[in-house]
């Protein structure tokens, strides 16, 4: 992420360039009006795009959404695909992206969920405190 710029302009500058470059359609849509400490932005950052290249090597996705939601106190990032979903792994078996997802959202307080099914697509899913820049 450039420094100085905001969590919501890198994200969907982020969005355009993973479009442009491998033809999958991400949209992007943010409620978050407040500047987030830049610990906070830059691990959602490097989570977001952990998960899109989940996407890229293994969702045969067409299209994914990236959303940024202030929820009560609550921030909530969801980065979801159309693809063909995740094969359960046991927590043993989770590959080093998902373990550093997770260990990224702890960072900042948080917790990471994902969500997958046969044939529709995968949801990776980061709640975490909000904490406002002073």
Not at 64 to 86: F, V, Y
Request: hydrophobic letters at 35%; proline letters at 3%.
């Amino acid at each position: 992420m450039a420094a100085g710029k905001p969590l919501a302009e890198a994200l969907a500058s982020l969005a355009r360039s993973f479009t442009s470059e491998t033809g999958i359609r991400v949209s992007f849509q943010s409620s978050v009006k407040s500047p987030l400490p830049l610990s906070t932005e830059a691990e959602l950052y490097r989570i977001t795009e952990e998960a899109l290249n989940n996407i890229r090597q293994h969702a045969r996705a067409h299209s994914a959404s990236i959303r940024l939601e202030d929820h009560r106190k609550r921030l909530r990032l969801s980065i979801a695909d159309d693809g063909t979903g995740m094969i359960r792994r046991s927590k043993q078996g989770e590959r080093h992206g998902i373990v550093g997802m997770r260990e990224r959202a702890a960072l900042i307080g948080g917790t990471l969920r994902i969500t997958s099914g046969k044939s529709r697509g995968t949801t990776v899913i980061v709640s975490a405190p909000v904490d406002e820049a002073s």
